[in-house]
């Protein structure tokens, strides 16, 4: 069975830009989450989706949003990109919202 | 608020040892716990689920649930210089069910 994947893996963008990143779950998940991690951080949770609906929020400026499609995949935008913003952001999926999470291998993003 | 705490480290143990990552949560009433190893610049992988009390064993992985407690552990037998990464631990609690994870323990394996 394939595992998470994101697209795309690599991003360099420019303050004040938007950005759209892409994930898709592992066949048959349905709940997936998205976390921000930068050196010396710990998993910054960002949103969890579960039937496109979002279950969760973390502690994240409004910038930050997210959906989830009626085939679970996902997408988080990320408007007026700030120098701060710079992180590998991490996607999850979970079969139902009870399991453990599978990880993706991340989208390094960049603002410059 | 709910937390889930873990020693920093490092951990540092010789080739061939015992390893015990240890966890302690918040909220008593969490009802599944994750071991996760993370290599520097990869994701994190799932490597042991338990949501029960006692121990689960997975090859050389034992993870341990004590409710009463609210601690769960990591214990990694005849440890490998690959089994060197960070270890974290999350717990699913509340009503929503929410994945509350630790920092992380720096495990260091030394040859």
């Known amino acids: 069975k394939a595992g998470v994947t994101q697209t795309p893996r690599y991003l360099i963008k420019t303050r004040g830009q938007q950005v759209t990143l892409s994930c898709s779950p592992i066949s048959g998940h349905r709940s997936v989450s998205w976390y921000q991690q930068t050196p010396g951080q710990g998993l910054q949770f960002l949103f969890e989706y579960f039937s496109e609906t979002q279950r969760n929020k973390g502690n994240f400026p409004g910038r930050f949003s997210g959906r989830q499609f009626s085939n679970s995949r996902s997408e988080m935008n990320v408007s007026t990109l700030e120098l701060g913003d710079s992180a590998l952001y991490l996607c999850?999926?979970?079969?139902?919202?009870?399991?453990?999470?599978?990880f993706g291998p991340g989208t390094r993003l960049t603002v410059t | 608020q709910k937390e889930v705490e873990q020693n920093s480290g490092p951990l540092s143990v010789p080739e061939g040892a015992i390893a015990s990552l240890n966890c302690t949560y918040s909220d008593r009433g969490s009802q599944s716990f994750f071991w996760y190893r993370q290599y520097s610049g990869k994701s994190p992988e799932l490597i042991m689920s338990?949501?029960s009390n006692g121990d689960k064993e997975d090859g050389r992985f034992t993870a341990q649930l004590n409710k009463a407690s609210q601690y769960v552990s990591l214990l990694i037998r005849d440890s490998q210089p690959s089994d060197s990464a960070t270890y974290l631990c999350a717990v699913r609690a509340g009503n929503n069910r929410k994945l509350i994870w630790g920092l992380g323990t720096s495990l260091a394996v030394n040859p």
């Open positions: 999850a999926s979970s079969l139902d919202r009870d399991g453990g999470q599978y």
């Open positions: 338990i949501y």
